[in-house]
């Protein structure tokens, strides 16, 4: 895999995750930017371990092969972090963490995917069918 394809997608997951945190702290009216290291770490974190437990470096696009575990092992593992350094994990945050960070995390390589796609498609005609 191309190593900037994957350090561009490390750097979407990281910059998904932060988001997530930000808009978690904004939305409950919290200082975004001084609170925000606080909560994003146990994501971060998560979110590294994830990369290296799904491989993800061989296809960081793939939103089944490594979206998904990584999706997964960021919300439980951050989840667990988040428990272990004292900050909450009330059910509603849990759900809403899950939901969203699926959405991200997901969401930005399935578009990807289709983007793909939808790019492969003409060429493939052109190429089959030349004028």
Not at 61 to 79: F, H, N, Q, S
Not at 116 to 121: A, F, Q, W, Y
Request: aromatic share 6%; no cysteine.
């Amino acid at each position: 895999m191309n190593p900037r394809t994957i350090a561009v997608a490390a750097l979407v997951d990281g910059v998904a995750v932060i988001a997530f945190a930000a808009t978690g702290r904004a939305s409950h009216g919290e200082a975004v930017l001084a609170g925000l290291a606080i909560t994003a770490w146990p994501f971060l974190v998560a979110l590294a371990v994830g990369w290296l437990v799904a491989l993800a470096w061989r296809r960081p696009l793939a939103p089944i092969r490594t979206g998904i575990p990584i999706w997964v092992i960021t919300v439980a593992l951050g989840m667990l972090l988040r428990a272990a350094s004292g900050q909450g994990t009330a059910l509603a945050f849990v759900i809403v963490a899950a939901l969203t960070l699926g959405l991200l995390l997901i969401g930005w390589r399935a578009l990807a995917t289709l983007a793909t796609l939808v790019t492969l498609v003409p060429r493939r005609a052109r190429t089959r069918h030349p004028e």
